[in-house]
């Protein structure tokens, strides 16, 4: 009898694996959204899966503008978690030659000014933890906060105060990712003086876009 139902057993297993693997649900992502599989951390709200595009808009360096071209698919604007989401988006930047506003505005709390002007960076004002910080709870920034064209962070002003050797540098509120190429650096993040038109920067390139996330579907 034992072996009877040791069979019995047997023989339904693979029936039983169909009906667990048919009911996983399938992740899809709205119409002109990439799927990426990310790592789920504390810090993603454990997000496993993440759908991004890149809008094209050449108004986005205003970030209230940025915000509500996003929304109006539905999304939030986002910013990279790993290489191969930047990889793609690095792929539209060379091919549009044009940057790309991405999450990420200065900390408050990392002022030593009245204005956007601090005096030295570390600890919680370190580049690589909270200099900006996140309107998306959905990506971890510990990847691209890596990814800066330079220090400090980027291409900010550094000066010194009449009688003062402290130095201090002057941070701009939002961040873009620009053409790696271009630059010749090992990252493309920097830092740009929201609502403020690029041509009327020196320096500065255009946008055409702005990189906009939202959960599956």
Request: proline share 5%.
């Amino acid at each position: 009898m034992k072996h009877i139902v040791i069979i019995i057993l047997v023989s339904f297993l693979p029936y039983i694996l169909a009906e667990s693997n048919a009911t996983e649900k399938v992740v899809n992502c709205p119409k002109g959204f990439k799927l990426y599989e990310r790592v789920p951390t504390d810090r993603n709200k454990n997000t496993k899966f993440w759908c991004m595009q890149v809008v094209e808009n050449e108004d986005v360096y205003d970030r209230p503008t940025a915000r509500s071209v996003c929304l109006d698919y539905d999304a939030v604007i986002t910013t990279v978690e790993n290489q191969k989401e930047l990889d793609d988006v690095n792929a539209l930047i060379r091919k549009n030659n044009k940057r790309v506003a991405v999450d990420g505005v200065f900390n408050p709390k990392c002022r030593a000014f009245a204005d956007w002007r601090m005096r030295k960076f570390g600890g919680l004002c370190a580049k690589e933890k909270e200099l900006f910080v996140l309107e998306d709870d959905h990506t971890d920034p510990a990847f691209i906060f890596t990814k800066w064209t330079g220090e400090p962070p980027t291409a900010s002003d550094k000066y010194k105060e009449k009688g003062d050797d402290t130095e201090i540098f002057t941070i701009a509120e939002c961040l873009s990712l620009h053409n790696l190429l271009a630059l010749r650096t090992k990252g493309n993040l920097k830092d740009f003086l929201c609502g403020e038109e690029p041509d009327k920067q020196v320096g500065e390139v255009s946008f055409f876009g702005v990189l906009c996330g939202c959960p599956p579907v």
